[in-house]
């Protein structure tokens, strides 16, 4: 099944799993406190438009309920250093929150334990500080729900080649192994180094297994008529993943799809990424080898450069989040803290799946470039 024909097939719809639904609340501070008026947005890396759009967000809302944001990014997924400056920097500013993306599981909380003991509010957009004491509100797209949309675009003529699928339709074929060994490979997977990609690889792995037992049905195929263990049958759903070192630049991403790219056994169909750098980095490598028609390419993101690899049909879809409504939301919920309201501990801002059919709706524009509207 060639990439256009796989086109055809798959759906063009926006996918939009955003809930504003309150998981659980949380009292974040005493009402009658003395208006506030600084608000400090910490987010992760200058150097990938992501984060300029929760900025963005974050002083579109400053400027609507009268804060003055003091913006600071870090240098990369994995300095959480400059991030400690920049907490202990807003501490000195006596600002009255903390809006922060957070670089570290443990190496933030020393300077957000001094935060907090100034009376300084916390909110993570993102994703969450995992090993800290006590509940900070997190404004977040769901990473297992981005990876589980990216399945369900990758799982679709890609791992169920036609090869595979006529093979597992063959009346009375019980070499199981044999035909696992076709898929072998299938997908390869570059993650990125920062913590929210674990749960975007295990949501993409989980959701295409869903997915390939979902369309095995649809053709009238039992994987229960096989008798094969579950062992054997979660080894073979492992052998259609290839997965990649974490990579943090671009420059390491399409070293990583290069290295995959040139083993002997390739078999690769699909790549998936799971952030802007990974997206940019494999789009170069399946450039430079001229292999846009024959492997499909899944990103996550919607920086400028991933959208012309999309606009080029090198980048077949990727995964878009909400970061201008991460910053936005983000100081309304510093607001509500501030004022001693009861804040929510988890709001998703949703995922988007864009390709070239859907991305001049005016929805998906909105998502892409809400600075014009």
């Not at 000195?92 to 993306?101: F, L, N, P, Q, S």
């Not at 509100?137 to 169920?160: C, I, K």
């Not at 990103?299 to 450069?305: H, L, P, V």
């Amino acid at each position: 099944m060639n990439k256009e024909k796989r086109k055809r097939i798959l759906s063009a719809i926006a996918l939009c799993t955003a809930s504003a639904s309150l998981l659980v609340t949380t009292s974040c501070g005493k009402p009658g406190g003395k208006k506030k008026s600084k608000i400090a947005v910490i987010t992760k890396n200058k150097d990938v438009s992501f984060w300029e759009d929760v900025k963005n967000g974050a002083e579109a809302a400053g400027k609507e309920l009268g804060f003055d944001i003091l913006y600071t990014a870090a240098t990369g997924d994995n300095d959480f250093s400059s991030q400690v400056s920049a907490i202990n920097d807003a501490i000195d500013e006596k600002v009255d929150a903390i809006i922060i993306a957070p670089n570290g599981r443990t190496e933030l909380n020393e300077a957000l334990q001094k935060a907090e003991a100034a009376d300084i509010k916390i909110i993570n957009i993102n994703s969450r500080v995992e090993d800290y004491k006590g509940s900070i509100p997190l404004v977040s797209s769901s990473d297992y729900d981005g990876g589980s949309v990216a399945a369900r675009y990758a799982a679709d003529g890609v791992l169920l080649s036609s090869t595979i699928r006529t093979a597992m339709q063959q009346k009375g074929n019980n070499d199981f192994t044999k035909i696992a060994e076709l898929g072998r490979g299938a997908v390869a997977i570059i993650p990125h180094t920062a913590t929210t990609a674990d749960n975007r690889v295990k949501g993409f792995k989980e959701s295409t297994r869903t997915e390939v037992e979902r369309q095995l049905k649809e053709d009238d195929v039992d994987i229960a008529s096989f008798n094969v263990s579950a062992e054997t049958l979660n080894a073979m759903f492992d052998r259609f993943f290839v997965v990649g070192e974490k990579c943090a630049k671009p420059e390491d991403a399409r070293a990583e799809a290069e290295k995959i790219l040139a083993a002997k056994d390739c078999n690769v169909k699909c790549f998936f990424t799971t952030n802007t750098n990974t997206t940019l980095g494999v789009c170069e490598a399946i450039e430079a080898a001229g292999k846009q028609d024959e492997i499909y390419v899944i990103g996550f993101n919607a920086d400028e450069k991933e959208l012309a690899f999309l606009k080029n049909n090198v980048l077949d879809g990727t995964v878009v989040q909400n970061p201008y409504n991460m910053g936005y939301v983000g100081v309304r919920f510093a607001k509500k803290a501030i004022n001693g309201e009861n804040v929510p501990l988890t709001l998703d801002t949703g995922v988007t799946w864009v390709d070239q059919n859907n991305m001049n709706e005016e929805y998906i524009q909105l998502l892409l470039h809400p600075e014009n509207y």
